[in-house]
Nanobody, 125 residues
Framework: QVQLVESGGGLVQAGGSLRLSCVVS????????VGWFRQAPGKEREFVAA????????IYSASVEGRFTISRDNAKNTAYLQMNSLNPEDTAEYYC??????????????????WGQGTQVTVSS
């Protein structure tokens, strides 16, 4: 079956960095665009970044652009989210998700077919 497994979360001080990974199995990874979302306690799940199947196109939310970088390695069936200059407002559970490459890059969570279980990121002040 399809599995998306996130890792790399943890506790970091403000100004620090983390790199999240999303390992995908059970589908042809290069046929899917990948998105990262996050959800803070009491808030809705929000879009963070997305990358096209080829890695040739990316989009970001305004709140992370310039600080976060999404990338992928199709040979390793893995997507990444490099997070720099973290601040306490970045504290959330982070999820990766997959959407068919034949559809456009999307910021909408309902557009994604497959989801991981999440990894917690906590940024202390």
């Amino acid at each position: 079956q399809v599995q998306l497994v996130e890792s790399g979360g943890g506790l970091v001080q403000a100004g620090g960095s983390l790199r999240l990974s999303c390992v995908v199995s059970g589908l042809l990874f290069s046929n899917y665009n990948v998105g990262w979302f996050r959800q803070a306690p009491g808030k809705e799940r929000e879009f963070v970044a997305a990358i096209a199947w080829s890695g040739g196109s990316t989009i970001y939310s305004a709140s992370v652009e310039g600080r976060f970088t999404i990338s992928r390695d199709n040979a390793k069936n893995t997507a990444y989210l490099q997070m720099n200059s973290l601040n306490p407002e970045d504290t959330a559970e982070y999820y990766c998700a997959a959407r068919s490459r034949y559809l456009t890059l999307s910021r909408l969570r309902n557009d994604y077919s497959f989801w991981g279980q999440g990894t917690q990121v906590t940024v202390s002040s």
